[in-house]
Structures are given as C-alpha cells and as structure tokens.
C-alpha cells in the first residue's frame, strides 16, 4: 500500500530535550516536506526537500533541522525543543513535479 | 506571494443541507487548487482537485470549480451527512524558485447534526 508514514505518533516531552520525528514513503517521491498545524493558521511548511541531500526552509524553519540522506525518509530534528513548538505534525510527499501531495497521519508533539 | 482565504468557521448543518465553503485566493501564473479534509484524529486526504481553470474537481458528492475570473475555488455538496464532519482545507500549488509548493488556508471545521 502506498503510503507516508510516521512515528512517532503521540510525544510528550521537556523543554531543551532533543527529539526526532520520522517519516518514510513507500511511492519512491523525489520530493518531500514538513508541516505544522495549528489552531487559525492552517498548515505552514516548515522544511522541504527536492531530492537526496536538497533540502531549503519553507515558511517556519526557526528551531528546526531536517535531513535527507536517502530517497525514502526525511527526519524532523528538534535540537532544543520549546512550548512554543507544541503542534500538530505532518510529512508530506509528491512525485518530481505533480502538484498532488500525500500526507502522512501526523505526530502530535506536547512540549512542556 | 501566494496567499488562500477561506471561509470562517465552524459550520453547523443539519444532515441532507446543502454545503458551501468559500475560498479564495491570489497566486501568480496558473496554480493548482486542491481540497484537503482532515477528519477527527487522521492526517490530511486529498479530496478533490482542479489544475486548469474551468475545471471541475469532484470525488464523494463534493464539488468546486477553478474560477479564475474570481480567483475562487469554492466546496460544495448537495446534502451533507454526519460522516462528513471535518476539518476542510483549500490549498494551492504555484510554480515558484524554489520549486511548486503547497499553501493552505487556515482550514473551515463543519459538524454535521443527524
């Protein structure tokens, strides 16, 4: 089954404690990001990247890092995470340039 | 840049209303237009979509159809159910520098009433 999953799916965790979230897709998509939801702001792309080892700041890249190492999977790196990164998660992919893009189920990520 | 305005929620109908949800938007070129739906406790799903304007995206009872003369892409379905109830979100993808990217509106929450 064609699919973008992540993991994990629920996270409670500290202010300043280091955390990743990953994200893989079996559609073998040159392209690939990183939202964030919150309440009356829709979803704002944080990272993308174009291909292996491309990757460029979307809209709300502060307090972030993102790597690309290989086609499937493209990890969300919080190195100090704060409250004000409590959100909603997603991972989203597309093949070259078709504008549809999949989304993952989203991690929900509590920072305290 | 490019920019989706929808409509305020949340919306409340009963079951078999008719449904709108307005959005609108300013891109640069020729963009793509999507709805995503999002239901309670899932990630996002890609409803239905338009690539060129005049064109009708439909899938599950819903429609919209890329306006450019109004810049509008605005949901509708006939009779609504209570399986409906989601969170709905209007999107465009424009060609830009950096490659074509998603930008979304702020999401409409409808709850359908049996």
Same mark, same amino acid.
């Given at each position: 089954?064609?699919?973008?999953?992540?993991?994990?799916?629920?996270?409670?965790?500290?202010?300043?404690?280091?955390?990743?979230?990953?994200?893989?897709?079996?559609?073998?998509?040159?392209?690939?990001?990183?939202?964030?939801?919150?309440?009356?702001?829709?979803?704002?792309?944080?990272?993308?990247?174009?291909?292996?080892?491309?990757?460029?700041?979307?809209?709300?890249?502060?307090?972030?890092?993102?790597?690309?190492?290989?086609?499937?999977?493209?990890?969300?790196?919080?190195?100090?995470?704060?409250?004000?990164?409590?959100?909603?998660?997603?991972?989203?992919?597309?093949?070259?340039?078709?504008?549809?893009?999949?989304?993952?189920?989203?991690?929900?990520?509590?920072?305290? | 840049?490019?920019?989706?305005?929808?409509?305020?929620?949340?919306?409340?109908?009963?079951?078999?209303?008719?449904? &709108?949800?307005?959005? &609108?938007?300013?891109?640069?070129?020729?963009?793509?237009?999507?709805?995503?739906?999002?239901?309670?406790?899932?990630?996002?799903?890609?409803?239905?979509?338009?690539?060129?304007?005049?064109?009708?995206?439909?899938?599950?009872?819903?429609?919209?159809?890329?306006?450019?003369?109004?810049?509008?892409?605005?949901?509708?379905?006939?009779?609504?159910?209570?399986?409906?109830?989601?969170?709905?979100?209007?999107?465009?993808?424009?060609?830009?520098?950096?490659?074509?990217?998603?930008?979304?509106?702020?999401?409409?929450?409808?709850?359908?009433?049996?």
């Amino acid at each position: 089954e064609a699919q973008v999953t992540q993991n994990p799916r629920y996270l409670i965790t500290v202010t300043g404690k280091k955390l990743t979230v990953t994200c893989s897709q079996n559609m073998n998509h040159e392209y690939m990001s990183w939202y964030r939801q919150d309440p009356g702001l829709g979803l704002r792309q944080i990272y993308y990247s174009m291909n292996v080892e491309v990757t460029d700041k979307g809209d709300v890249p502060e307090g972030y890092k993102v790597s690309r190492k290989e086609k499937r999977n493209f990890p969300l790196i919080l190195e100090s995470p704060s409250p004000n990164q409590t959100s909603l998660y997603f991972c989203a992919s597309r093949r070259g340039e078709v504008r549809t893009q999949y989304f993952g189920p989203g991690t929900r990520l509590t920072v305290l | 840049g490019n920019s989706v305005t929808q409509m305020e929620g949340p919306v409340t109908l009963s079951e078999e209303a008719f449904l &709108t949800i307005n959005c &609108t938007y300013t891109a640069t070129g020729y963009p793509s237009l999507f709805w995503y739906v999002q239901y309670p406790g899932e990630g996002l799903q890609l409803l239905l979509k338009a690539t060129k304007a005049d064109d009708k995206g439909s899938n599950k009872g819903f429609e919209a159809t890329y306006r450019k003369e109004t810049t509008s892409f605005h949901l509708e379905k006939g009779s609504v159910q209570v399986s409906d109830s989601a969170v709905y979100f209007c999107a465009l993808s424009g060609f830009e520098s950096s490659g074509s990217r998603l930008t979304f509106g702020e999401g409409t929450q409808l709850t359908v009433n049996p």
